[in-house]
C-alpha cells in the first residue's frame, strides 16, 4: 500500500527481482529516500521511550532538537512505565483475548531497554543506560494548570493514548511472531543501516538468537562487564569457574541482582556459556528434556559459590540499582554491569569511588542491542524512518557514545565510515574504567530468551529451598 502517494514499501525490504512490479518499481527512481525526507518535513512523530533514566531523556530531547533542525520533524518523547503494555497494542485483536495472550516480557533480564536493556542506572544515580527498561506504559502527563474535577464531578474521560509511531525494544521484551510481523521491515531501507557491524556485532540482527528481519532498527549497545575496586582487589577472577574459590577468600564480597532483573540473569547466563561443552545448545529454545541436563554443571557451580555471596547467599539486590547502591556504599568489592561505560560516568558524577575499573572474563561477555520498531499502525511512517536513520548516523552514535553523555558503545563500524566521522568516535574522551573497544572484545549472543526464562525459575526455586 502505498502511503501518501510515497515509497514506504519500496525503500522497505525488497522482495526478489521477479516481484519488484507496482510500487516497488518506485524504489528505482533517482534519490527516493531525498523524496521521502522532503515528504516527512513538517510531521510529528510520537516516540514511545522509557522514561526512567535522565541521561537518556536528556539524549532524545537533544535528538529532538537536532531532527527539527535537520528535517523540521517534531519528534514527542512518550515516556513510558510498562513496555509489556506498550507491546499489547501490536496484538491482533485475536491475541489479546486472555486464553490466547503470548507472553511479551517472558524473558528475565534486559534493561531494558537491556541494556542495553533502556536500563535502570545501576548504581542508583543518573548513569548511562543500556539495559532496556523493566517495563514501560505510555501515561500521558496531565497538562500544567489542569484541575481535578470537584465533589460529585463526573471525572473527566480518560485522554486518549498518544499514536504509536516509533517505540524503542529490546530482549526482555521479546516480541512475539504475530507483534513482529505486525512491524515494517524498514531497517535496510534507511541509509546509515550499512553503516551498522552487522558482522561484528551480530546481536544488531537478532534479538536474543531471534532474527529481527529487517522489522527493527538497532541503535543501542549492551555488553556485560564486571566492575571491581581496584584498591581492594588489585586481580579479580578472570572467569566465572574461578569466582567460587575468590568468594571464599572474600566472603561477602561479591552478589548478584535477583535474576528477574537484566544484571541477575546476565549473571547467570555468562555462567553457563562457560560451562556448556557446545554453546550452539544455548541459541535453541530450552526444553523439558534438555535444560536439567545444560544447566547441571552451572547448579553445581552456584551450589559453591552462594554460601560466600553477600548475606551469606540468602538476600540478593532486588535490582540494579539496589547492586550499585551497595557498590557505592562499599559492602562490595565486585558486582556486573550492562553498560562497558557506566562506571566512568559514574565516576565522572561523584556516584562512585576513582578505584571502581572494569573488565571482561577472558571468555568474553554477553551483549545484545536494543532496537526502534515502527508499526504497520504508525501514522507517520516516513518522518519515523528519518527518526530512526538519524538515531543512526555518526553524529547520533558518537553523541551516544560520548562518556559525558551516555557512553553508549556504538553498533556502527568505525571502518564503513569516512574520515571526518570516523574522527567523531576518536576524539572522544576515553573513560578512566572504560575498557576499549579491543579489550571489551566481540560480545558472546544472548541465549534463546527460554533459557532466562527457565533460569530464573529454577533459580527462585532453589532459594526457595535453599539448594544451591
Known amino acids: 500500500m502505498l502511503l501518501g502517494g510515497t515509497l514506504l514499501g519500496a525503500l522497505a525490504a525488497r522482495p526478489p527481482a521477479a516481484a519488484q512490479s507496482g510500487f516497488y ?16 518535513r513538517g ?60 507472553p511479551t516480557a517472558a524473558e528475565p533480564g534486559a534493561a531494558q531497554p537491556g541494556a542495553a536493556h533502556p536500563g535502570a542506572a545501576h548504581t542508583g544515580a543518573a548513569q548511562p543506560a543500556v539495559s532496556e527498561p523493566p517495563a514501560p506504559e505510555a501515561a500521558p502527563e496531565a497538562a500544567p494548570g489542569a484541575e481535578a474535577p470537584g465533589d460529585g464531578e463526573a471525572p473527566a474521560a480518560r485522554a486518549p493514548e498518544p499514536p504509536l509511531d516509533l517505540f524503542w525494544f529490546n530482549g526482555p ?14 531497517a535496510q531501507a534507511l541509509p546509515n543501516f550499512r553503516l551498522v557491524d552487522a558482522e561484528g556485532k551480530p546481536g544488531t540482527v537478532t ?44 566472603p561477602g564480597r561479591l552478589t548478584h541482582p535477583q535474576p528477574r532483573d537484566p544484571l541477575g540473569a546476565a549473571f547467570l547466563k555468562q555462567a553457563l556459556y562457560e560451562m556448556v561443552p557446545h554453546e550452539a545448545v544455548l541459541a535453541k529454545p530450552a526444553s523439558d528434556e534438555n535444560f536439567t541436563l545444560v544447566t547441571a554443571p552451572l547448579w553445581e557451580w552456584y551450589g559453591t559459590l552462594r554460601p560466600h555471596l553477600w548475606q551469606q547467599g ?30 566512568s560516568v559514574a565516576i565522572a558524577a561523584g556516584l562512585l569511588r576513582d578505584t571502581i575499573r572494569s573488565y571482561v572474563p577472558t571468555r568474553g561477555s554477553i551483549g545484545s542491542a536494543s532496537f526502534l520498531g515502527i508499526p504497520e499502525q504508525s501514522g507517520q511512517p516516513e518522518a519515523a524512518m528519518v527518526v530512526a536513520n538519524f538515531f543512526l548516523s555518526p553524529e547520533a552514535q558518537a553523541e551516544a557514545q560520548d562518556p559525558a553523555v551516555l557512553g553508549s558503545p556504538t553498533i556502527l563500524d568505525l571502518d564503513r565510515l569516512d574520515p571526518a566521522d ?22 558472546l549472543p544472548e541465549p534463546h530468551p527460554s533459557w532466562g526464562t527457565r533460569l530464573a525459575e529454577e533459580w527462585e526455586r532453589r532459594k526457595a529451598g535453599r539448594e544451591g
Open 314 to 343: 540468602r538476600r540478593f539486590p532486588e535490582d540494579a540499582p539496589a547492586q550499585g547502591r551497595l557498590l557505592q556504599q562499599g559492602e562490595l568489592d565486585l558486582g556486573i554491569s550492562l553498560s562497558p561505560a557506566e562506571a
Open 207 to 250: 534479538d536474543f538468537t531471534l532474527p529481527v528481519e529487517g522489522r527493527a532498527v538497532p541503535w543501542r549497545l549492551a555488553q556485560a562487564v564486571f566492575l571491581y575496586d581496584s584498591a581492594r582487589v588489585p586481580h579479580p577472577p578472570l572467569s566465572m569457574l574461578a569466582m567460587p574459590d575468590w568468594a571464599r577468600t572474600h
Open 43 to 102: 510531521q510529528v512523530v510520537h516516540f514511545h521511550a522509557w522514561a526512567g533514566d535522565e541521561p537518556t531523556n536528556a539524549y532524545i530531547a537533544w535528538a529532538a532538537a537536532r531532527l527539527r533542525v535537520l528535517h523540521d520533524i517534531t519528534l514527542v518523547h512518550v515516556r513510558v512505565t510498562d513496555i509489556a503494555a506498550l507491546l499489547a497494542r501490536l496484538d491482533p485483536p485475536a491475541a489479546a483475548q486472555p486464553a490466547a495472550a503470548q
Open 25 to 40: 518499481a518506485l524504489a528505482q527512481a533517482s534519490d527516493p529516500w531525498e523524496a521521502l525526507v522532503q515528504r516527512a
Open 422 to 443: 570516523r574522527q567523531r568516535f576518536e576524539s572522544l574522551p576515553a573513560g578512566v574504567a572504560t575498557l576499549s573497544n579491543a579489550a571489551l572484545g566481540a560480545s
Open 173 to 186: 521484551h521479546v516480541l512475539t511472531a504475530a507483534q513482529r510481523s505486525g512491524l515494517r521491515a524498514v
